[in-house]
Structure formats: C-alpha cells, structure tokens
C-alpha cells in the first residue's frame, strides 16, 4: 500500500533552516509528482510546491520561491523539503503530498491522493 | 491567484440530516478544452493529514461513503452530506488545481448540533 512517511518534529532558531524528510513505499516513487502543503496551528493548508522525482524539475510558490529547495533521493525513494531563513510564522506543520497520475489521460494532475503524517516545525528563539 | 472562499466556516448539523458546504473561486477552474472544474474537496480530522473525498469536482475517491458528493462548476461549488454521520466531524477545503499557486479555501467545520 502506498505510504508516505515523514521524519519528526523539529525545532529551529529564527534565521536557521530546516530539511523535511519524505520516505516513499508501495508505487513507483519516480512516476509520481511530491507536493509540500503546509498548515500553521489552526489554520488552513498552504501549497508550497512541488518535485517530479523523475527529471529532479520543481515547481515553488512565489512566495516561498527565495527560501525553498526541494529535492530527491531516488535510490531511497525519499523527497526533501528544504526552507532557508526560517521566521516565527513558518512554525507549521509540513505535509508532503503524492500528485495524482491520472491514467487515463496520461497526464499529471495538480490534486493529492496520499499525504503523509505531516512534520511540526517549530521556530522558536 | 485564485483566491477560494468557503462558506459558512462552521456548521452544526443533526445526525442523519443533511449537511451543504459551499466554495466560491476568485476566477473560474473551468478548463473549457477538457470541460473540468479542477476542483478537489478534503477531509481532515484532528491531528490527520487531509483525506482527498471529491476531484473534478463531482468525481468520488474510491472508497469514499457514497453520501459525500460534489456539484457546481466555474466558479461555484458545493460539498453535500446526505446522512450526517458521527465520523464525518472534520475540518473539509476545497481546493483549486487549475492553476499555480494551487490554493485551498479556509476550511469548514463541521460539527454535530
């Protein structure tokens, strides 16, 4: 079965950065795009971006487009969400997300179907 | 960007009745080639991730309780519960792919009255 799962909570100074795991099971972990989704304590979800494992290619937010890499290992099926000059208000948790292959029409689509258990980043000085 | 707004932000339902969450986008997520609403609904429960219910805006996730359904094209959507369950207490967003920076609404609550 298809599972996604996560590295544990981190905590971080203002201005340092912080490095997101994803470990990849049961599909083919290149034939699908990873997504990162953020959500701040009791809000709502934010999209960050995404990874096609395959090719390395990413696409970022504008708004996180100067502090965000993310990136792959697919000898280990695992993504990374990296995020430079961390701020009190990154404090959040930080969900990656499987992008949907629809078989159908042989195209990617920008919806999830599997997320992980999500990665409380806290920024605290 | 497409801004999505969900309406109301909280919502008390009987069990067994009906429950009616609305998603408004700032634009349209009518792709007019394909004639699909790139529009997906969540669930999320305390301390979950976000379960996908809806995509295509009417299209049913395998497994997903055939109570949940989805309707609404261009730039206005709802969410139905016909049969409020006591399982269904979440948090429920829509959500836009049609086009970057992909955006949720705000969230709906949804509790039982």
């Known amino acids: 079965q298809v599972q996604l799962v996560q590295a544990g909570a981190e905590v971080k100074k203002p201005g340092a950065s912080v490095k997101v795991s994803c470990k990849a099971s049961?599909?083919?972990?290149?034939?699908?795009?990873m997504h990162w989704v953020r959500q701040a304590p009791g809000q709502g979800l934010e999209w960050m971006g995404w990874?096609?494992?395959?090719?390395?290619?990413?696409n970022y937010a504008q708004k996180f487009q100067d502090r965000v890499t993310m990136t792959r290992d697919t000898s280990i099926s695992t993504a990374y969400m990296e995020l430079s000059r961390l701020k009190s208000d990154d404090t959040a948790v930080y969900y990656c997300?499987?992008?949907?292959?629809?078989?159908?029409?042989?195209?990617?689509?920008?919806?999830?179907?599997?997320w992980g258990q999500g990665t409380l980043v806290t920024v605290s000085s | 960007d497409i801004v999505m707004t969900q309406s109301p932000d909280s919502l008390a339902v009987s069990l067994g009745e009906r429950a009616t969450i609305n998603c408004k986008s700032s634009q349209s997520v009518l792709y007019s080639s394909n004639n699909k609403n790139y529009l997906a609904w969540y669930q999320q429960k305390p301390g979950q991730p976000p379960k996908l219910l809806i995509y295509w805006a009417s299209t049913r996730e395998s497994g997903v309780p055939d109570r949940f359904s989805g309707s609404g094209s261009g730039t206005d959507f709802t969410l139905t519960i016909s049969s409020l369950q006591a399982e269904d207490v979440a948090v429920y967003y829509c959500q836009q792919y049609y086009d970057t920076p992909y955006s949720f609404g705000q969230g709906t609550k949804l509790e039982i009255k």
């Open positions: 049961g599909y083919t972990f290149t034939g699908f795009y």
């Open positions: 990874i096609n494992p395959d090719s390395g290619g990413t």
């Open positions: 997300a499987r992008g949907v292959w629809d078989i159908l029409t042989g195209q990617t689509e920008y919806y999830f179907d599997y």
